[in-house]
Structures are given as structure tokens and as C-alpha cells.
């Protein structure tokens, strides 16, 4: 009753004045902004920027929640391609979208967390792997660190550790942001759905040579920083979508397909069994469709291996996602038989399949077997702490290695036996933790988001 009294009483003379001061600059300031354009700027540019703030500052309410910034983060790891953005602001460095977006989550989740006021610390599932993960890193780079300064190639390698340390606090990030069991069902079907159309516009460009994540530029406030993306293999374009490269392309149709079989039992959305069913089988179906327009031989072998530990784990659920994926399998099959005999026929023959990893000896890019003799006489030089992560550079002037489409590979050069804790650290601990403490849904659905992030950023990376 108090604070209904309080709300009807007249404001102070002091109040008023105050309030009237605020709106006086406030419209300075839209003035000041509105010549600037006229006389400096775009005047339609501005117009649509001030249209903006305005809608941002009416929905405020519902755009500055955490659940929104959740989704927006995730929204911009799906949509916008990394290393192809940033905003329109000169500050020296580009800033890409998804570099603000942390920047910005991170600042708020401590403020927020140390203040106690809407967020409470929530810890994440294994956040001890991804601390496994940066120790080695870093440990790698201390047992080279005399080498790196006499060479002076210091700051890069731990300019590299710490990127990564910032770009792994996504996991961190998540974990604070997923506060229910709706909003956890909520962001794993606009993943799986955004998912399905990434793999339909791959398709498009496959075949139509028109990637619309370099478009975005049109209708947002986005600097395009470069528009190289193209490679050919099958007679065609490889399609890039949303990623840095067709082999991350790939690989995220791979993350994302187990969260739509998930989906088909534990979704709410939709209620009826067998369209929700259908529902999610398109979405596989759409993701497929992109995994093939990557023409990847790598998400092939991923999901490959990712059966093959299902039918060790859970056999009746493998069987079961064999007799869904058997006649999709054979329809893409049917209607697109050159770009599957490009992915999935390749593996057929062994012969040629081998013979193809021994392809450009000597060239960048050279095959992944071909590889294996240089980088194995490489690893005996320095076996236990590797050269240090970071300091093979495989592209630019600066180059002075090869390229290693192996990503386990590379951790053995760059950081030794040391590395490879690390990778089987992060490799392993999410098998160990579902399947060591059987975890509901919710927390099966968290475990993925954080690998989701983890892997994401493993796989960016891992592309020169």
C-alpha cells in the first residue's frame, strides 16, 4: 500500500526540472545526430540507426533479459560468418559481431554474478576439461618459452592461448544464461531448426553459386571484411553457408543432427508424436542435404564414428536411427547421385581413397597421409611439450608449415604428449560425464549446448 501511495504523490519542483533537463539533452542530441547526418553521414543510414536505438529503447523490457542475450549469441555463432564480419565502428582491430557479443555477456554475467542480483554462479559440467584444455596450452608455450624469445615469436603463440581462453568462456557463458528446462527446449529447437535452413540455403549455393551469409551486409549494420570463400570439388562450388570453411560447415550439421533425435523424443513442440517425428527427420533431412553440399569427406567420417560409438553405447538406439537414416540415405542417393558418390561412394574404394591422401607432395594443402612422415620426424625432435601452441603458421607470408587437416595432429606438434591430454580431455569428458552419472534431459540438453560451443570453436580455429 506504501508504495501505491508513494507513486501517486506530485513530483518535487527539483524532480521536474531534473526530468525536463534529461529530455532537453536528449533532444540535443537526437538534433545534433540528425544534422550530422545531413551534413557527414548517409541521412538514410542514420535514419534507419536512430529507428533502431528508438525500437530498442521502446522494447527494452524484453531485449535487455538474459535469456534474449542467449539467444542473440547464438544467433550470431549460427548465422554470421566468422572472419567475414564486423561492425561498422574504426577502433583498430575489426569487430566481429560474435567478439562483442562475448565481450559484452562476459562483462555482464560478473557484474551481475558479484552484485548477486538477478544471477546466481551455476558451475559448468566439466569445466575442468576446458581448464585441462588452456593449462597444457599454456604449459606447452613455458617449456618453449627461452626458444620463442630468442626467436621473437612470443606474442603470437600467447596471443593464441588467450583467444581461445576467451572464445572457450562461451561454455561458461551458456551454462550461466540456461536458467530452466524451457528455455534449455526453447534454444535446442531454434538451434536444430536454424540448423535445417543453413542447410538448405548450402543447397542453394551449391548449386545457384549465391551464398546469402555474405548478404547479410544488405540489411544489417555489418562491414563485409572479405568475400573469398570458394572452393570447387564434384563439379561444383562447395558450399561455405554460415562457416568459415565446408569442413566446419560439415562438422556443425554433425553437432546438430543428435540434438534433432533428441528432439524427436524429449521436445515438447509439436504435441502430436508423429509430426513432431516428421518435423525433426526434415530437419535432419535439410542438414544432410548441407553436409553434402560441403562435399566433406570429414562430416562423413564423423558421423561414421559417431554411430559407431552409439551402436557401442546404446545398440537399440543406433539400430533404430539405421532404419530412419537407411531410406534417406537412399533417396539423396537417387536424386543427387554425383554429389553422393563425391562424399559417401568415395569411401568405397579403398585404393583410390588412400591413394587420394597422397595427393600434391610438397604443396600446401598436401595429402593428409602424405603429412604423417614430416610431422612424425617433427614430434621426435620435440616430443613432450611440442613447439609450442600457436607457432605453426600455415598461411601468409609468415608460413613456415604445412597444412594439417588434423586437428589431433596438430595438437601433437604444437604442444607434445602434453597436448594430447588436453584433446582427450576435451574429446572424452562429455561421453564419461553422460554416461557415468545418467543425467535427465535437461542436463543431457546442457551437456550438448557446452560441447556444442566447445567444439564449435575447436573446429573454427582449426581452419587456416
Known amino acids: 500500500m506504501a508504495v501505491e501511495v508513494a507513486s501517486l504523490t506530485p513530483m518535487s519542483r527539483r524532480d521536474r526540472l531534473l526530468r525536463g533537463g534529461v529530455d532537453v539533452l536528449i533532444a540535443l542530441a537526437i538534433g545534433a545526430v540528425v544534422?550530422?547526418?545531413?551534413?557527414?553521414?548517409?541521412?538514410?543510414?542514420?535514419?534507419?540507426?536512430?529507428?533502431?536505438?528508438?525500437?530498442?529503447?521502446?522494447?527494452?523490457?524484453?531485449?535487455?533479459?538474459?535469456?534474449?542475450?542467449?539467444?542473440?549469441?547464438?544467433?550470431?555463432?549460427?548465422?554470421?560468418?566468422?572472419?567475414?564480419?564486423?561492425?561498422?565502428?574504426?577502433?583498430?582491430?575489426?569487430?566481429?559481431?560474435?567478439?562483442?557479443?562475448?565481450?559484452a555477456l562476459i562483462v555482464a554475467i560478473a557484474v551481475a554474478v558479484m552484485t548477486g542480483r538477478s544471477l546466481t554462479w551455476r558451475p559448468v559440467v566439466w569445466g575442468w576439461s576446458i581448464a585441462i584444455f588452456l593449462w597444457t596450452m599454456f604449459a606447452s608455450l613455458m617449456f618453449n618459452a627461452v626458444t620463442l624469445t630468442e626467436a621473437g615469436a612470443v606474442i603470437g603463440p600467447l596471443g593464441n592461448v588467450v583467444q581461445l581462453g576467451f572464445l572457450l568462456s562461451t561454455a561458461v557463458i551458456v551454462r550461466q544464461l540456461l536458467r530452466s528446462e524451457r528455455v534449455v527446449m526453447i534454444l535446442l529447437n531454434f538451434m536444430?531448426?536454424?540448423?535445417?535452413?543453413?542447410?538448405?540455403?548450402?543447397?542453394?549455393?551449391?548449386?545457384?553459386?549465391?551464398?546469402?551469409?555474405?548478404?547479410l551486409q544488405r540489411f544489417l549494420p555489418l562491414v563485409l571484411l572479405r568475400d573469398d570463400a570458394?572452393?570447387?570439388?564434384?563439379?561444383?562450388?562447395?558450399?561455405?553457408?554460415?562457416?568459415?570453411?565446408?569442413?566446419?560447415?560439415?562438422?556443425?550439421?554433425?553437432?546438430?543432427?543428435?540434438?534433432?533425435?533428441?528432439?524427436?523424443?524429449?521436445?515438447?513442440?509439436?504435441?502430436?508424436?508423429?509430426?513432431?517425428?516428421?518435423?525433426?527427420?526434415?530437419?535432419?533431412?535439410?542438414?544432410?542435404?548441407?553436409?553434402?553440399?560441403?562435399?566433406?569427406?570429414?562430416?562423413?567420417?564423423?558421423?561414421?564414428?559417431?554411430?559407431?560409438?552409439?551402436?557401442?553405447?546404446?545398440?537399440?538406439?543406433?539400430?533404430?536411427?539405421?532404419?530412419?537414416?537407411?531410406?534417406?540415405?537412399?533417396?539423396?542417393?537417387?536424386?543427387?547421385?554425383?554429389?553422393?558418390?563425391?562424399?559417401?561412394?568415395?569411401f568405397l574404394d579403398i585404393d583410390a581413397l588412400i591413394a587420394s591422401q597422397f595427393t600434391s607432395i610438397g604443396f600446401a594443402g598436401q595429402g593428409r597421409l602424405a603429412d604423417l612422415p614430416e610431422a612424425f620426424a617433427d614430434f621426435r625432435v620435440n616430443p613432450w611439450a611440442g613447439t609450442g601452441v600457436g607457432t605453426r603458421v600455415v598461411v601468409g607470408d609468415a608460413a613456415n608449415a604445412q597444412i594439417l587437416d588434423n586437428q589431433w595432429l596438430g595438437s601433437l606438434l604444437e604442444a607434445g604428449v602434453i597436448g594430447m591430454t588436453k584433446a582427450l580431455a576435451r574429446e572424452f569428458a562429455p561421453a564419461i560425464r553422460i554416461n557415468a552419472v545418467a543425467p535427465g534431459p535437461v542436463e543431457t540438453a546442457m551437456v550438448?549446448?557446452?560441447?556444442?560451443?566447445?567444439?564449435?570453436?575447436?573446429?573454427?580455429?582449426?581452419i587456416p
Open 35 to 103: 544534422i550530422a547526418a545531413v551534413l557527414l553521414a548517409d541521412p538514410l543510414m542514420v535514419g534507419g540507426a536512430l529507428v533502431a536505438a528508438a525500437a530498442t529503447f521502446l522494447l527494452r523490457k524484453w531485449i535487455f533479459t538474459w535469456t534474449t542475450m542467449l539467444f542473440l549469441l547464438t544467433a550470431v555463432i549460427l548465422f554470421v560468418p566468422i572472419r567475414r564480419y564486423a561492425l561498422p565502428i574504426d577502433v583498430g582491430p575489426a569487430l566481429e559481431p560474435y567478439r562483442v557479443m562475448i565481450v
Open 448 to 462: 550438448s549446448l557446452e560441447h556444442m560451443s566447445e567444439e564449435w570453436i575447436a573446429k573454427e580455429l582449426a
Open 192 to 215: 536444430v531448426i536454424g540448423g535445417a535452413a543453413i542447410g538448405c540455403f548450402a543447397f542453394i549455393e551449391r548449386y545457384f553459386g549465391v551464398n546469402v551469409f555474405l548478404q
Open 230 to 346: 570458394e572452393s570447387l570439388r564434384a563439379g561444383g562450388l562447395r558450399a561455405y553457408a554460415s562457416a568459415q570453411h565446408p569442413i566446419a560447415l560439415s562438422v556443425v550439421f554433425c553437432m546438430l543432427i543428435p540434438l534433432a533425435i533428441y528432439l524427436m523424443r524429449h521436445s515438447p513442440w509439436p504435441r502430436v508424436s508423429l509430426t513432431r517425428r516428421l518435423l525433426y527427420i526434415a530437419c535432419i533431412g535439410a542438414m544432410g542435404v548441407g553436409l553434402l553440399s560441403a562435399v566433406s569427406r570429414t562430416g562423413v567420417v564423423v558421423l561414421g564414428v559417431m554411430f559407431l560409438v552409439t551402436l557401442l553405447l546404446r545398440p537399440r538406439v543406433a539400430l533404430v536411427l539405421a532404419a530412419i537414416a537407411l531410406p534417406i540415405v537412399t533417396l539423396v542417393g537417387l536424386v543427387l547421385p554425383r554429389l553422393f558418390e563425391s562424399t559417401v561412394g568415395s
